[in-house]
């Protein structure tokens, strides 16, 4: 009779060990199977991100072409120009567009946003300008047609501020329209002069139209093209931006210096107002003197 009540319980101990086995056994598959699916979505991950940098890195150098490598010779005139995107790629622009002669034709643009969606719009840009800057066109004119293209070709959230200017060394005057891009800055004996004659932003608004405005440039002149990124580069410590006056003095500080010269010294100002923190956004600066 003890035999026959051990029985019931030898048995009751075998399902309960191999029950736990299963247990055990399928905890171990299911560990083994979430941590197989981990890897393999992080080596996916990895996959793609290696992609991604190969993509910025050929959008970075493509672009890095498209912008002047040398800056070009201009009667009256010496030039330097940067930019610098925050993120590998950006929307900032800066060209020039021979005109004959004794003319040349400065651009100044800032597209919005950033990355690569911007710098696909800036590339576009650069070349509907160069399509569009015929020497006979008004600045304005170059303004409109431009609008025309790039409000016919893009998604109506993108748009560009743009400065863009013809230069006649001949009689030393520069003719520009300005479509709600950052005042760029004469500076010169009588103080600061702001060149804010134009209209709306490129691509906003199919009707857009703009005005033209001519200045003449003194030998000693300095003429400020810069973007957004050097006036609203922010302190660590309390946020203030480098703002239009700081601007204004550092590029004075340094008129005694080659135009490449004074250049690089007001980027190491911006660079030494922000500190260590990354850039915020794009950092474009062209300087323009007269001789």
């Known amino acids: 009779p003890l035999f026959a009540l051990a029985r019931p319980t030898a048995v009751v101990w075998i399902v309960a060990v191999n029950a ?5 056994t399928g905890l171990g598959l299911y560990t083994y199977e979430s941590l197989r699916r981990q890897v393999e979505a992080s080596y996916a991950a990895l996959r793609r991100r290696e992609a ?3 993509e910025l890195a050929l959008a970075r150098d493509v672009q890095r072409e498209l ?3 040398t800056m070009p010779s201009a009667r009256g ?3 330097a120009g940067v930019s610098l995107p925050a993120i590998g790629v950006g929307g900032d622009l800066f060209d020039f567009v021979p005109a004959g002669g004794d003319r040349i034709g400065i651009v100044i643009a800032d597209v919005s946003g950033k990355g690569l969606p911007a710098a696909l719009l800036m590339a576009g840009l650069q070349t509907g300008i160069r399509s569009v800057a015929e020497p006979d066109r008004t600045p304005s004119h170059v303004l ?3 609008n025309t293209l790039v409000h016919g070709t893009t998604p109506s959230a993108r748009y560009a501020t743009v400065v863009f200017a013809w230069w006649d060394g001949a009689r030393g005057v520069l003719s520009y329209s300005n479509a709600g891009h950052f005042p760029p800055m004469r500076l010169s004996g009588a103080g600061l002069e702001r060149l804010d004659v134009g209209g709306r932003p490129i691509g906003m608004f199919d009707d857009s139209t703009f005005d033209d405005a001519e200045i003449t440039l003194a030998p000693g002149d300095d003429l400020v093209l810069f973007t957004d990124g050097i006036l609203e580069a922010p302190a660590p410590d309390t946020g203030e931006e480098f703002g239009e006056q700081r601007l204004a003095a ?3 500080d340094r008129r005694g210096l080659s135009v490449d010269d004074a250049l690089e010294g007001v980027l190491d100002e911006v660079r030494a107002w922000t500190g260590d923190q990354p850039p915020h956004d794009d950092v474009t600066l062209v300087l323009v003197r007269s001789r």
């Open 20 to 24: 736990l086995i299963a247990v055990v």
């Open 52 to 54: 991604l940098d190969r």
């Open 67 to 69: 912008l002047p490598r």
């Open 77 to 79: 005139l010496e030039i």
């Open 144 to 146: 409109r047609r431009l």
């Open 250 to 252: 550092a590029v004075r």
